[in-house]
């Protein structure tokens, strides 16, 4: 089993910067990636960065925002500038567990943390 635990959201204006953060603990050594989805009022929930070595990030936040891990801290980070007000969202962290710990890879997710971008 893994947890994972998001922090670092809050409420900023435009323009500004924020951090999150996405510690992993348990059995990590079958995390085989790692991301962030977000989800606004009313809409979908969208992917937006992914550790699983494409490079993915979302067109909406490209040049913005920069995904980074530190395994040293079992951490994950997303660097978000230039918010916008459609960046409000609640951001989710996925790690998802493999092979040899699992037959079929399952993704554990965290609680969610809100990013607030006021105009």
């Known amino acids: 089993q893994v947890q994972v635990v998001e922090s670092g959201g809050g409420l900023v204006q435009a323009g500004g910067s924020l951090r999150l953060s996405c510690v992993a603990s348990?059995?990590?050594?079958?995390?085989?990636?790692m991301g962030w989805y977000r989800q606004a009022p009313g809409k979908e929930r969208e992917l937006v960065a992914t550790?699983?070595?494409?490079?993915y990030l979302a067109g909406s936040v490209k040049g913005r925002f920069t995904i980074s891990t530190d395994n040293a801290k079992n951490t994950m980070y997303l660097q978000m500038d230039s918010l916008k007000p459609e960046d409000t969202a609640v951001y989710y962290c996925?790690?998802?567990?493999?092979?040899?710990?699992?037959?079929?890879?399952?993704?554990?997710w965290g609680q969610g943390t809100q990013v607030t971008v006021s105009s």
């Open positions: 348990g059995d990590i050594i079958c995390i085989s990636d």
């Open positions: 996925y790690a998802t567990w493999s092979k040899p710990c699992i037959d079929a890879p399952h993704a554990f």
């Open positions: 550790t699983d070595g494409s490079g």
